[in-house]
């Protein structure tokens, strides 16, 4: 047996010997704020599990192309990645709720430049997300008419059409004669609308409002057939 062992065990570390390591580790502070002054030994089990649990992430740095995006929980993510709509839909859709739709607004904010809507004729000198995509008129109205003949919900406020692409959107049902989901239905909205503000940065053509909810029925027609394809 090594001398180094016979010592160690003859005089053992202050801190192995028992009471006293129990009484240091039943006296360990896990509160102290002047007031009240909580140990291990006199602490509840939500207290302990408080104080064991990791620190909290940091909070991740703004993103400097975003002022607006929308939170969710996890399970509203993932409903939303998996709902069946098409791929394009739910690039712009995503865009719109992370706030990095290229309106007025997101230009100025990221490049200094004029926040002013570019669709002709139109005087809106902030240009949000939400102009962008609801409130330019030729879409305002294409949208009303869109969602009046499809859905049960007969006045759309400007609040509902905010809301319509969050995670929080307004009751509403589709009408029983058209085959086709809620997100399918605003999918097909969103492609409309994408279409149009494509022709406006390509061509500098502002489609009227009969010529964006024309694109938006097509694409309903389309999705209508296919889920009779397939049921
Ligand atoms: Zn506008």
Redesign the pocket.
């Known amino acids: 047996m090594s001398q180094a062992y016979l010592e160690a065990i003859q005089t053992p570390h202050v801190g192995v010997v028992g009471d006293r390591l129990a009484q240091r580790i039943r006296s360990l502070i896990l509160l102290d704020n002047g007031k009240t002054k909580v140990t291990l030994w006199t602490a509840s089990t939500r207290q302990i599990r408080q104080y064991l649990s990791p620190p909290p992430d940091p909070e991740p740095p703004p993103n400097p192309s975003s002022m607006h995006p929308e939170s969710g929980t996890k399970s509203q993510w993932r409903k939303f990645w998996k709902t069946k709509i098409p791929h394009r839909a739910r690039a712009f859709w995503w865009r719109y709720k992370r706030d990095i739709i290229p309106c007025g607004t997101l230009r100025a904010h990221r490049w200094q430049q004029d926040a002013h809507?570019e669709?002709q004729g139109?005087r809106?000198r902030e240009?949000d997300k939400n102009?962008h995509v609801f409130?330019?008129?030729g879409k305002h109205l294409a949208w009303r008419f869109i969602l009046q003949e499809h859905t049960d919900k007969s006045t759309w406020s400007d609040e509902d059409l905010h809301t319509l692409l969050s995670f929080k959107p307004p009751t509403f049902s589709i009408k029983p004669k058209y085959n086709i989901t809620p997100p399918q239905l605003l999918a097909c909205c969103l492609i409309g609308i994408n279409t149009a503000n494509t022709i406006l940065f390509l061509h500098q053509i502002t489609q009227s409002s009969e010529e964006i909810s024309d694109c938006i029925t097509t694409e309903i027609k389309k999705a209508i057939a296919q889920n009779e394809y397939l049921l």
């Open positions: 809507c669709a139109c809106e240009a102009h409130g330019c008129k």
